[in-house]
């Protein structure tokens, strides 16, 4: 039923309204308040069943630091979110662009060799920052701000 | 069938693409080399020629901190190694795959907001009766 929604004419240019839409409200709420305070932030699952921090975890935040402008902290709550947010924001405008007007950025075409070495290398961010080496607790969030 | 120079959804026994006229009949246009190739026919043009939604994979694993993030961005690799190869009926299939994984770690990432705000209002409510 959804499928057969989202052929209709025109569907997709409401879905990027809506994603434009949620992104806007998003990031009006993120700068708002900080989730590490807050509270009503959903807590990243795998850590709430864990206790483990996953590749994600301290990302909300960073974006809040971010969003403040605060480069360092963000760095320090999740460095991985500060080194791809640019590049998912291009990807994101290209996307919306496509379905708007049939034409997206320009694009390199990345070899699947690499796509598996950045999830190599995300798997790798989230194993490591678990470990309990100094060095590597630094990769936590809030890690490098630590005393 | 999707458009190899533009991505445009056609009907599968469509002649030409709707959208930029390409011919879509088999054999037409520029014959996908077999080795050594990064850039298919369209991908520089379009930057989608079969979405392999890396994009909303990687956005998935990182901020919706979920695991079925990582089965996405696998799919997405799938889908170019296959293009790179000329194979786009197997990387139509690894696309499909990747969409797929995208939506389900984006459900369970919104049941978790949900359930948070939920939580969140519930305690909020309880909190302000008199115990």
Same mark, same amino acid.
């Given at each position: 039923?959804?499928? #057969?929604?989202?052929?209709?004419?025109?569907?997709? #240019?409401?879905?990027?309204?809506?994603?434009?839409?949620?992104?806007?409200?998003?990031?009006?709420?993120?700068?708002?308040?900080?989730? /590490?305070?807050?509270?009503?932030?959903?807590?990243?699952?795998?850590?709430?069943?864990?206790?483990?921090?996953?590749?994600?975890?301290?990302?909300?935040?960073?974006?809040?630091?971010?969003?403040?402008?605060?480069?360092? /902290?963000?760095?320090?709550?999740?460095?991985?979110?500060?080194?791809?947010?640019?590049?998912?924001?291009?990807?994101?405008?290209?996307?919306?662009?496509?379905?708007? #007007?049939?034409?997206?950025?320009?694009?390199?075409?990345?070899?699947?060799?690499?796509?598996?070495?950045?999830?190599?290398?995300?798997?790798?961010?989230?194993?490591?920052?678990?470990?309990?080496?100094?060095?590597?607790?630094?990769?936590?969030?809030?890690?490098?701000?630590?005393? | 069938?999707?458009?190899?120079? *533009? !991505? %445009? &959804?056609?009907?599968?026994?469509?002649?030409?693409?709707?959208? *930029?006229?390409? &011919?879509?009949?088999?054999?037409?246009?520029? +014959?996908?080399?077999?080795?050594?190739?990064?850039?298919?026919?369209?991908?520089?043009?379009?930057?989608?020629?079969?979405?392999?939604?890396?994009?909303?994979?990687?956005? %998935?694993?990182?901020?919706? *901190?979920? +695991? %079925?993030?990582? +089965?996405?961005?696998?799919?997405?690799?799938?889908?170019?190694?296959?293009?790179?190869?000329?194979? =786009?009926?197997?990387?139509?299939?690894?696309?499909? &795959?990747?969409?797929?994984?995208?939506?389900?770690?984006?459900?369970?990432?919104?049941?978790?907001?949900?359930?948070?705000?939920?939580?969140?209002?519930? !305690? %909020? =409510?309880? !909190?302000?009766? +008199?115990?």
């Amino acid at each position: 039923m959804i499928k #057969r929604f989202l052929m209709v004419e025109g569907a997709n #240019r409401w879905l990027v309204g809506a994603g434009a839409l949620a992104l806007v409200a998003g990031a009006i709420t993120l700068r708002m308040f900080d989730p /590490a305070t807050a509270g009503f932030f959903p807590p990243c699952p795998v850590r709430y069943l864990t206790g483990w921090y996953c590749p994600g975890c301290g990302s909300l935040r960073a974006m809040h630091q971010l969003l403040e402008g605060n480069l360092r /902290a963000a760095w320090a709550m999740n460095p991985l979110t500060v080194i791809l947010l640019p590049f998912l924001t291009y990807g994101l405008a290209s996307h919306a662009l496509y379905e708007v #007007r049939g034409r997206g950025l320009p694009r390199l075409f990345l070899p699947a060799v690499w796509i598996r070495a950045l999830c190599a290398a995300i798997v790798l961010f989230g194993i490591a920052r678990n470990l309990p080496l100094h060095a590597f607790q630094l990769l936590a969030p809030g890690g490098i701000v630590r005393p | 069938m999707f458009c190899t120079q *533009c !991505g %445009a &959804n056609n009907a599968d026994n469509a002649a030409v693409c709707v959208q *930029c006229g390409r &011919n879509l009949q088999p054999g037409a246009g520029m +014959p996908l080399p077999a080795t050594g190739v990064v850039m298919p026919p369209g991908t520089a043009a379009s930057g989608i020629a079969i979405q392999n939604y890396l994009v909303f994979a990687i956005l %998935a694993t990182v901020l919706c *901190c979920l +695991p %079925a993030g990582i +089965p996405a961005i696998v799919y997405a690799a799938q889908v170019n190694g296959k293009l790179a190869q000329g194979d =786009i009926a197997g990387a139509q299939k690894a696309s499909d &795959n990747a969409k797929m994984w995208c939506w389900i770690s984006f459900g369970l990432g919104l049941a978790v907001t949900v359930g948070s705000v939920l939580l969140f209002m519930a !305690g %909020a =409510i309880t !909190g302000l009766r +008199p115990h």
